[in-house]
């Protein structure tokens, strides 16, 4: 095996992808599912609906408008890792805080590039979001046939109360309002109406266009 081969995906048919470990070390379960955006990765990677999943991103560049902490959905990332194609980009953007890479790593999520995504997403298209298992290792020793064994033995999403994984803990008041260059997030201090969202599982977004529209949003517990 090539020394810079660090990561794999295994499929649970035993397809394997092989690349180069991006962010955390150590392994994750999950859906192999796929996204087409051009941009919002962090987003993505927070959004609570990608909860229990392994994302592809078919978009080359990921990684050039770096990370920062207030592009996100949720403070805790759902998803459970990506795939992407090339290298991470360096950041090339006036908001980035840190890059990507050291994203992933800060939220403990394995990460794997150099794989032929076109391909992945063929496979995911054509046979539907299979169960697999991404493993990043410095030293590129993997156990192949113990990671499609996992990722066979993963129960699926079908069925999974992924609600009480997403959703927040307690009640409590929301008033930030869209990002605006120049101003960034503002404030709902004059709210119209009052909105009551039960959380199961909500983008941050979401509540932002309700205060927007000159109401008060409430986050409360499921």
């Known amino acids: 095996m090539a020394q810079d081969l660090t990561a794999v995906l295994a499929l649970a048919d035993g397809t394997l992808f092989w690349g180069r470990g991006v962010?955390?070390?150590g392994r994750a379960v999950g859906e192999v599912c796929f996204n087409t955006a051009q941009t919002g990765y962090q987003e993505i990677m927070t959004d609570p609906s990608y909860a229990g999943q392994i994302i592809g991103f078919t978009f080359p560049h990921i990684g050039n408008v770096g990370a920062n902490p207030e592009d996100i959905e949720t403070m805790t990332p759902a998803a459970r890792g990506c795939v992407i194609s090339a290298d991470?980009?360096?950041?090339?953007?006036?908001?980035?805080?840190?890059?990507?890479?050291?994203w992933l790593k800060s939220h403990n999520l394995v990460g794997l590039c150099g794989v032929d995504t076109r391909r992945l997403t063929r496979r995911i298209r054509d046979g539907g979001a299979p169960s697999g298992v991404i493993a990043h290792a410095p030293d590129g020793?993997?156990?192949?046939a113990a990671l499609?064994?996992?990722?066979?033995?993963?129960?699926?999403?079908e069925g999974m109360d992924?609600?009480?994984?997403?959703?927040?803990?307690?009640?409590?008041?929301?008033n930030?309002?869209?990002?605006q260059l120049?101003?960034?997030f503002g404030r709902q201090e004059a709210p119209r109406f009052h909105v009551v969202a039960i959380d199961y599982g909500a983008k941050r977004n979401i509540?932002?266009?309700?205060?927007?529209?000159?109401?008060?949003?409430t986050r409360a517990a499921a």
């Not at 980009?89 to 908001?95: F, G, K």
Request: contains cysteine; positive net charge; glycine residues 6%.
């Open 23 to 25: 962010g955390a070390t």
């Open 88 to 102: 991470i980009t360096e950041p090339s953007n006036w908001r980035t805080a840190q890059p990507f890479d050291a």
């Open 141 to 144: 020793r993997f156990d192949t």
């Open 148 to 157: 499609i064994a996992e990722a066979a033995a993963w129960p699926g999403l």
């Open 162 to 174: 992924l609600a009480k994984d997403v959703t927040c803990r307690q009640t409590y008041s929301w």
């Open 176 to 179: 930030e309002t869209r990002w």
């Open 182 to 184: 120049g101003r960034g």
């Open 207 to 217: 509540l932002r266009c309700l205060a927007s529209c000159a109401a008060s949003p």
